[in-house]
């Protein structure tokens, strides 16, 4: 599976807007870009996915580089309730359509 | 409410008794997982089932079995437990297996193997 790299944590004030990056320099063309976060004491949480185009959902909005080797979550107007783990995972699918989850960005919004 | 439940929510058991955490959805999903979650390690899938009767093993799956005999159930059935397998478990499913299909967690399964 190809590599992602984010940074391991981050800090944001409540209703500020927050920009998550995500390094994959190694993806191939079939590997979609996906979000997921977990909450504290929760499962993984589905937040939004892409593959080439620039998404937007009621949750965030993701943004793909052209080359597509970076992408970055955007969170609108974070809430005390987005605090959680944030997950950049590529899924090209291969016989099993498992999720292959890093280490993940720690995003600790503050009141 | 759409959701994957899972029971218990919490074992403490000894090392040999078998048991089985269960895994049900609600939405008509023919993709299921099973994944573990531990410290440093992230999640990594156990087992999983693209459909009723049809099922694989995923990066870690020795020690535990699975069986699909109706869609919205998975059990996962650990027969002999061993300490190394004390971890946090969690139960996924989708509509389909594919790569435009979200997954759906289930709370997780917090499990103690003494």
């Known amino acids: 599976d190809a590599k992602t790299t984010q940074p391991n944590s981050m800090e944001s004030n409540e209703e500020e807007p927050v920009h998550l990056p995500c390094n994959h320099s190694?993806?191939?063309?079939?590997?979609?870009i996906h979000w997921y976060r977990q909450l504290p004491s929760q499962g993984p949480e589905y937040v939004i996915h892409?593959?080439?185009s620039n998404v937007n959902n009621r949750m965030a909005s993701l943004a793909i580089a052209e080359d597509r080797k970076s992408s970055t979550l955007i969170l609108h107007r974070a809430t005390l309730r987005d605090a959680a783990v944030y997950y950049c995972?590529?899924?090209?699918?291969?016989?099993?359509?498992?999720?292959?989850f890093g280490k993940g960005t720690l995003l600790t919004v503050n009141p | 409410e759409a959701q994957v439940t899972q029971n218990p929510r919490y074992l403490i058991t000894v090392t040999g008794k078998k048991l089985t955490v269960t895994c049900s959805q609600n939405?008509?999903?023919?993709?299921m997982s099973w994944y573990r979650q531990d410290p440093g390690l992230g999640l990594r899938q156990i087992y999983y089932?693209?459909?009723?009767?049809?099922?694989d093993k995923g990066d870690v799956p020795e020690g535990y079995k699975v069986s699909r005999k109706e869609k919205r159930n998975f059990p996962l059935i650990l027969e002999s437990p061993s300490p190394n397998q004390t971890s946090l478990y969690f139960c996924?499913?989708?509509?389909?297996?594919?790569?435009?299909?979200?997954?759906?967690f289930g709370p997780g399964t917090r499990l103690t193997v003494t």
């Open positions: 089932s693209m459909n009723v009767e049809v099922t």
């Open positions: 939405m008509n999903h023919e993709y």
């Open positions: 190694t993806i191939s063309g079939t590997d979609y």
């Open positions: 995972i590529l899924n090209s699918g291969g016989s099993n359509y498992k999720l292959t």
């Open positions: 996924a499913s989708s509509l389909k297996p594919g790569l435009v299909y979200e997954q759906y």
């Open positions: 892409g593959l080439t």
